[in-house]
């Protein structure tokens, strides 16, 4: 195994102090594990804390800031934070007006979101939570009933930033949220496994041409292994698997994520022709994102994410943005 | 070799597709194969083109846009583009005040980029040229005579960028572009090789646990190999480097750069050594960057560039800029 790290053991609270060191914007509680916006709680503003296992980066860190997350919560490497941290974020992000928690479809997330909701509700802070559960490949899987939690987590948590920001209250923060997973789908597709530092191994092997089709975001199964393709079949095969779920014919956000260790280069290659595939359908992508936006450690692969949007939708995801990994507007 | 894309001989070209499609600010040329700015040259702006080999991405094309390039000019996968389309990017973004070219020093973008400047000459364009040499590593190479260029480049291009932007002359522009080269220095590691696309396999071999020193963004050659050791030895190796070179006592701006194979989580484990190193010398982190920024393909490692900031070269970088891969302030 080769990274770059200086133990197994301190991976996440290395990366968490160089996160610290990096952005002044930010604020990393290195004891409990909580990444907030300098400045404290917003009064009035209703505070949004995601988070979940480390590994996903920039996911969920670097989106904390104006219009986005107010708080992230990383966990070790592919596993969930515990509640304690959880509650730390939401209390310190509590500025009177409620807390939204946004949550990927994993067992354990769910489980500690849910027991730090509560204890968050002893202390009188009103929580609510949406579940984000997008990827199409799967029913069930290594660590989730029901779909997988994977790149519609960065739609949710942009445009709930957005409409938070904007001064909405709790109910219709988490309405957006609900609506943006609802209206996304995703599909992703690994070339290589991924190595957690702490197994030191790849999770699994594939074959020189062999890939995998419909993985999740920790290296755990998808539907099938087959053939390597060119790109424009590999983007009809995950497109094929979106379409069978949402209708690709209006206006769309789509994002193309690079699983890290893939190059940018063969990322605009295959958003080339996911373009082609929506036109081909008679849909419009209005918005894109083409880069490693939710990454499976060093895996090489990508995934697709296409939510239709409303004019309303667009509307948040165009306003202001600032944060470490998504910035305009500002 | 496990690679996204259509076919070995259509890389560039569909990941030029992929970005015209992208990114609505920008303008590709695909027959001279030509990144400019949408709308056209802006008259009594100077102009700035740079360009070389792909597989650099974000590098150079993710540049182009306000405060930043006017052009960039995509050769083959580490190949020099031809004199025609840096003729052709110069021409175009040519608003009477004149056009920079920033050329990274390698043997086949000096010759071509000289070339073009002659050319455009003959056209009645002014052009002025300035080299970026940053790489400590090595003194020649594969490729080089002299020191090769690397990473100062993203802050050449960003800090003329400004200065033309705010409307500086030719000689104004040239001239803060030579100082950001003189005052930055580099030093790169690599944990894997890249492959390059045409050539089907990696370009060069390394053991399970051996990394090479000093390597250069194409797979040429470093310093030496050794054995991987933690990501703080790794950076006071490259930061060695530079020091001997360049005083570190002072405002600096850092990246740490992913060679494009790298996870995030791992570049601010780096990011953190690389800030201890800098304040045991006595020297202030002022603004950074941390992520891919000028990429090898999938090669894992990473590089650390340093530029002894001036209050002047402070303000320039935080001018605002608006491009696919940096962007703020705007």
Same mark, same amino acid.
């Given at each position: 195994?080769?990274?770059?790290?200086?133990?197994?053991?301190?991976?996440?609270?290395?990366?968490?102090?160089?996160?610290?060191?990096?952005?002044?914007?930010?604020?990393?509680?290195?004891?409990?594990?909580?990444?907030?916006?300098?400045?404290?709680?917003?009064?009035?503003?209703?505070?949004?804390?995601?988070?979940?296992?480390?590994?996903?980066?920039?996911?969920?860190?670097?989106?904390?800031?104006? @219009?986005?997350?107010?708080?992230?919560? #990383? +966990?070790?490497?592919?596993?969930?934070?515990? *509640?304690?941290?959880? =509650? %730390? &974020?939401?209390?310190?992000?509590?500025?009177?007006?409620?807390?939204?928690?946004?949550?990927?479809?994993?067992?354990?997330?769910?489980?500690?979101?849910?027991?730090?909701?509560?204890?968050?509700?002893?202390?009188?802070?009103?929580?609510?939570?949406?579940?984000?559960?997008?990827?199409?490949?799967?029913?069930?899987?290594?660590?989730?009933?029901?779909?997988?939690?994977?790149?519609?987590?960065?739609?949710?948590?942009?445009?709930?930033?957005?409409?938070?920001?904007?001064?909405?209250?709790?109910?219709?923060?988490?309405?957006?949220?609900?609506?943006?997973?609802?209206?996304?789908?995703?599909?992703?597709?690994?070339?290589?496994?991924?190595?957690?530092?702490?197994?030191?191994?790849?999770?699994?092997?594939?074959?020189?041409?062999?890939?995998?089709? @419909?993985?999740?975001?920790?290296?755990? #199964? +998808?539907?099938?292994?087959?053939?390597?393709? *060119?790109?424009?079949? =590999? %983007? &009809?095969?995950?497109?094929?698997?979106?379409?069978?779920?949402?209708?690709?014919?209006?206006?769309?956000?789509?994002?193309?994520?690079?699983?890290?260790?893939?190059?940018?280069?063969?990322?605009?290659?295959?958003?080339?022709?996911?373009?082609?595939?929506?036109?081909?359908?008679?849909?419009?992508?209005?918005?894109?994102?083409?880069?490693?936006?939710?990454?499976?450690?060093?895996?090489?692969?990508?995934?697709?994410?296409?939510?239709?949007?409303?004019?309303?939708?667009?509307?948040?995801?165009?306003?202001?943005?600032?944060?470490?990994?998504?910035?305009?507007?500002?």
């Amino acid at each position: 195994m080769k990274k770059l790290i200086n133990s197994v053991d301190n991976v996440v609270a290395d990366a968490l102090a160089g996160i610290a060191a990096a952005h002044p914007a930010l604020r990393v509680d290195l004891e409990n594990r909580v990444i907030t916006r300098a400045g404290g709680p917003r009064a009035g503003k209703v505070g949004l804390v995601s988070g979940g296992g480390s590994g996903h980066e920039p996911l969920h860190g670097g989106y904390v800031g104006y @219009g986005m997350l107010d708080a992230a919560v #990383p +966990g070790e490497v592919f596993t969930s934070p515990a *509640p304690d941290p959880i =509650l %730390a &974020a939401t209390t310190a992000v509590n500025g009177g007006a409620g807390v939204l928690h946004i949550v990927k479809n994993y067992t354990g997330d769910i489980l500690n979101f849910q027991m730090a909701a509560e204890l968050a509700a002893d202390e009188g802070i009103e929580v609510a939570s949406v579940v984000v559960n997008d990827d199409v490949a799967v029913q069930d899987s290594l660590y989730t009933a029901g779909r997988r939690g994977v790149g519609a987590t960065v739609f949710v948590e942009k445009i709930a930033g957005a409409r938070a920001e904007e001064g909405a209250d709790l109910a219709a923060v988490a309405a957006v949220a609900a609506e943006v997973n609802e209206r996304s789908r995703s599909f992703g597709i690994a070339l290589t496994s991924c190595t957690v530092p702490a197994a030191g191994k790849p999770t699994f092997t594939l074959a020189e041409s062999e890939i995998e089709l @419909g993985i999740g975001i920790h290296g755990e #199964p +998808g539907r099938s292994r087959g053939p390597l393709r *060119p790109a424009s079949e =590999l %983007a &009809a095969v995950a497109l094929d698997a979106i379409a069978a779920d949402l209708p690709l014919d209006g206006d769309l956000l789509v994002m193309v994520n690079g699983m890290g260790g893939t190059p940018l280069l063969e990322l605009y290659i295959l958003y080339q022709a996911v373009a082609e595939y929506v036109a081909a359908r008679g849909g419009r992508i209005a918005r894109n994102l083409v880069g490693n936006y939710i990454t499976s450690l060093d895996m090489q692969g990508f995934s697709v994410t296409a939510c239709a949007l409303t004019p309303e939708l667009t509307r948040l995801w165009d306003a202001p943005v600032d944060t470490p990994a998504l910035r305009w507007g500002r």
